[in-house]
């Protein structure tokens, strides 16, 4: 064994007669319900990756357990790599938050294989298992919310600093390589977790561009902070990461001026403008929360002084001449301080539909009918241009908008008689061309 190693126990026990079939020079051996690795007998097969095969275990108390039975022996080198992982999580940061517990390291017919924390189960069958992953989630939901997103990487973060601050790096994030553990998630699949840098490994769309000079302790950890952007794209979007960074039809406006700027900083093409360190990527979501948890709900507080804002606006500017193409978006005033200098447009969301309030002054309507199409096409066109302006919608592109209800209320400021729109949005979609 190579020096570094940790020590091995070998097993004398064999299970009864099992099939044996060669792939790719691996020889994959696959147990029976009841076959016994070590001290552990077989509950069911969980999956196989590129370094060996896992399966549910339990041991003679009855307790459940995740077994890894390696594909090569231990002077293989992909076997020996993994043998350094489970060394540095045994050694360094056994009991981290959000990094899983090596509980037996052992050997058998010349096989490494180890037993760490089983993964909550994904299942509601009797008896049927599957592991709790960020990949089956968003098979099966499709993606998160902003929050839930924000609560996955806070703890995907943690999980990542406490290998940072030991030295270690761990070169295969991605949505299958995170299980969820008593409802938390936590880093997997520590195979290739290690104080190296030298070998160039992880997964396609993953993995950050490789330096120029070869990678370094420094290169590789920014690396990992590259790869949890391009897993929060994949959780907020529901989209493979091979589409990067294009959004999908639909989405939260509050969750998306929330959580996009995350994904874009981890990934930017710029490393100098990525997150350097952990802390950094963990204040920036902090600063995320807090947009998510002041967004529609501080709007619904405030909605009734934002109106009386609005009214007091056109009031003012009736009396300067002012014109209702002026268009930007309201901001929900803290005060009636400064309300003069902002504009009667006002956008918000609820329960994921878009709505614009516009107040329009009867003297600036081209009929003196409210429900015209002519004055519901005019609060329509504030609504797109707030929008454009909210998600940043890039020159030469356009924002596409199919309207649902809407409704129209009089107030009338003592001569002054203004009608006040609320339109909603069905859906709305950037398109890369301008009809």
Same mark, same amino acid.
């Given at each position: ?146 929050? =839930?997103?924000?609560?996955?990487? !806070?703890?995907?973060?943690?999980? %990542? $600093? &406490?290998?940072? @601050?030991?030295? *270690? ?100 093409? =710029?490393?100098?403008?990525?997150? !350097?360190?952990?802390?950094?990527? %963990? $204040? &920036?979501?902090? @600063?995320?929360? *807090? ?113 649902? $209800?809407?409704?129209? @209320? ?26």
């Amino acid at each position: 064994m190579k020096s570094g190693s940790i020590i091995i126990s070998k097993s004398k026990k064999t299970p009864a007669a099992h099939p044996v079939e060669r792939m790719n020079d691996i020889v994959n051996i696959f147990f029976n319900t009841g076959d016994t690795v070590g001290d552990y007998i077989i509950d069911s097969f969980i999956g196989k990756g590129a370094y060996g095969e896992v399966y549910k275990v339990h041991d003679t108390l009855g307790k459940p357990f995740a077994l890894k039975l390696l594909y090569g022996e231990q002077e293989n080198e992909t076997t020996f790599r993994e043998i350094q992982g489970l060394t540095a999580l045994r050694g360094s940061i056994r009991g981290e938050e959000g990094l899983p517990l090596i509980y037996y390291v052992g050997e058998f017919e010349n096989r490494v294989y180890y037993t760490m924390d089983l993964a909550d189960n994904a299942s509601s069958l009797p008896g049927v298992y599957k592991p709790d992953t960020l990949e089956r989630r968003l098979q099966e939901q499709g993606r998160l919310s902003g929050l =839930d997103c924000i609560h996955l990487m !806070r703890g995907l973060l943690i999980s %990542l $600093k &406490a290998l940072h @601050q030991h030295g *270690l790096v761990h070169r295969d994030i991605k949505p299958g390589n995170i299980i969820f553990f008593n409802k938390r998630p936590m880093l997997a699949d520590i195979g290739l977790v290690t104080s190296s840098p030298r070998t160039l490994v992880g997964t396609a769309g993953f993995h950050s561009p490789y330096p120029s000079g070869g990678p370094t302790m420094e290169s590789e950890q920014a690396g990992d902070l590259y790869s949890l952007g391009k897993v929060l794209y994949c959780a907020f979007t529901g989209e493979p990461v091979d589409r990067y960074p294009l959004l999908p039809q639909k989405y939260s406006l509050e969750d998306f001026k929330a959580i996009r700027p995350l994904y874009l900083s981890a990934c930017s093409g =710029d490393d100098k403008k990525r997150y !350097r360190n952990c802390d950094e990527f %963990l $204040k &920036a979501v902090d @600063q995320s929360e *807090l947009k998510l948890n002041s967004g529609p709900a501080v709007f619904q507080r405030k909605f009734i002084w934002g109106l009386i804002a609005a009214v007091l606006i056109l009031a003012a500017a009736a009396a300067a001449y002012w014109g209702w193409r002026t268009r930007s978006v309201l901001p929900v005033p803290s005060t009636m301080a400064g309300i003069q200098e902002q504009a009667a447009v006002k956008i918000s969301l609820n329960n994921g539909v878009y709505h614009i309030f516009c107040c329009f002054s009867c003297n600036h309507l081209d009929s003196k009918d409210p429900h015209a199409r002519s004055n519901q096409f005019m609060a329509a066109s504030f609504l797109k241009s707030a929008l454009s302006q909210e998600l940043g919608v890039p020159k030469g592109k356009y924002l596409k908008i199919r309207y649902g $209800k809407y409704s129209v @209320q009089p107030f009338k400021q003592k001569d002054l008689l203004v009608y006040i729109y609320e339109i909603a949005v069905d859906d709305c979609l950037i398109l890369p061309v301008e009809p």
